[in-house]
């Protein structure tokens, strides 16, 4: 007996040995367990991709950590892990392996559902072929999870939809769904996972560095959107970029767009997919900068909006625009004039209040933590009586038309806001001659410093000074832009002479353009510096020419209001 109890208690201590080396193992790689994956993948416009992996996970006995293959090796933007129970206390990505560590393990059952969120800088291959589309190929990863019986596993990709994939991309893999700017693939096979999906599409797509994103919103006095966002970019394609497609909100219109340096020709929209085309003249070659702005009106149904109250609200759509994920990027806010800002509300977005006061708002938005889109909602006191007052004004109205015939009101009334309105816009026309000398006179020094510059045949200065120099001359044509939309405001007859100046300034640009064309054979030393000299002695000749027109038109368009 005692012999038999004894044998017992041997074997029965090997077993819990053996259970609890078993069980120290799964725990120490916490890999043992079934697993349904989705992953969805978003190629944004300028060459960041966004994985977004769901992952119901079951464990079969005591798990402490997870391992998972199938992530970026480098280029990570931002990452972010988190669990539905709350138990992750850490992770660590190296080598496109996610290792997960459970502060307090899972146990054999429980199930919880872990994502994961990574954006990252794609490596794209650019193949141009003549008369055919831009032919853009990136590899995805496919998600592994090491040690696990996946049930089931779910891969989605987007893009815009502008793109259209190739009919080898269709071919390669068995995809479930498709259509325009996205592929599905589901299965439950896990042996026919592939490691890598290559995927290759057409259309205007540009990998590039965002150099500064600015956002201009203007509120006209009825409450509709002007919004005009400037770009510049240095392009890290490695081919010639010459068409870009941006996306823009739906239902956008009054869609346009310019540049200082007269690299743009007129774009185009494509209405079914809020894509606006913008096409430059000179292509974009690898490191080269671009900088331009594009200037649209938004819906009025993201307007609230009442003409009688002297309390406003107004709320702005704030999306993620190409490029997406810069960082941090400036918005700025020009309520109608006379306006004082109340209080400003913030949804779906992170944003910190640079400067306030008046009539405008300045804010920096952190667009890592804006998922799609947010809206920024602005409470202000405003209404057309704020020019004569903001309650004297209504007061003086009520006793006119008391005391005197409604005709006779209506004919003083019109008098006094057209002695207001005219004043006001000759000083604008005032601030606009000035805008345009101070533009042309920055032109000039530019161009003398190039010509010094390519006279020398320090060609790689020609394009250092055009960088140093791009900031401030966007700020000026956003200056000159903001009087011209004052002045149209004001007197919407202005806008045919405002239409006039625009053409005059279409013959500018092409004038620029032979310059730049000249520029650049001379640099590859097509021509000779004689030639060069003639190039720059007519550019000089048509712009004075171009300047001086511009000047008589602003001074017509004074007269008319005096």
Known sequence: MYRYSKLSLVVMIIAILAYTSISIEAYDHGVHGSASISRRVEIFQGGFIHIYDEIEFKPYTLTANISLQGYPYNGIFKIDVYDKLGRISGYNLSNGSLTISFG???????????????????????????????????????????????????????????????????????????????????????????????????????????????????????????????????????????????????????????????????????????????????????????????????????????????????????????????????????????????????????????????????????????SSRGFLTISFNYTPFTVIGRYTGIAIAIALIALIPLRSVRARLKTSREAIAKPAIVKLLDELSKAYEDLFSLEDRVDSMIYDALRRGSYSEVRDIRSRYSRDMEGLWRRIARIEEEIARSNPKARSMISKIREVLSEADLAKEQLEIARRRYMSRSIGRAALERSERDYRRKMESVRGRIGRIIEDMKEIQR
């Open 104 to 370: 307090k393990p899972l146990d054999e059952g429980e199930e919880d559902t872990i994502y994961v969120s990574i954006v990252y800088r794609g490596l794209f291959d650019f193949k141009t072929r003549r008369g055919e589309p831009l032919e853009v190929t990136v590899i995805i990863p496919s998600i592994i999870p090491l040690y696990m019986n996946t049930t089931i596993f779910d891969f989605r990709v987007e893009t815009l939809k502008s793109f259209s994939w190739t009919s080898a991309t269709y071919e390669n893999y068995l995809w479930t769904g498709y259509g325009e700017g996205f592929l599905s693939y589901q299965t439950t096979n896990v042996s026919s996972i592939p490691r890598f999906f290559n995927i290759t599409f057409k259309g205007n797509f540009i990998s590039a560095e965002i150099l500064s994103f600015t956002k201009d919103v203007y509120v006209g006095w009825d409450g509709a959107l002007r919004i005009e966002s400037t770009y510049r970019l240095k392009s890290l394609s490695n081919t010639s970029i010459q068409t870009i497609d941006l996306p823009l909100i739906e239902n956008a219109t009054r869609i346009d767009a310019y540049d200082f340096l007269g690299n743009l020709r007129p774009i185009s929209y494509k209405r079914a997919y809020s894509i606006a085309e913008v096409n430059l003249r000179y292509p974009l070659g690898y490191g080269e900068h671009t900088s331009f702005t594009i200037s649209y009106e938004a819906s009025r149904d993201y307007v609230d909006f009442s003409f009688l109250s002297i309390n406003q609200r107004v709320r702005i759509p704030v999306y993620l625009e190409y490029p997406s994920y810069i960082g941090r990027y400036r918005i700025n806010v020009h309520l109608p004039w006379t306006a004082s800002i109340v209080d400003v509300y913030m949804d779906g977005l992170n944003a910190s209040i640079i400067d306030r006061g008046g009539d405008k708002l300045s804010l920096e938005i952190d667009s890592e933590k804006l």
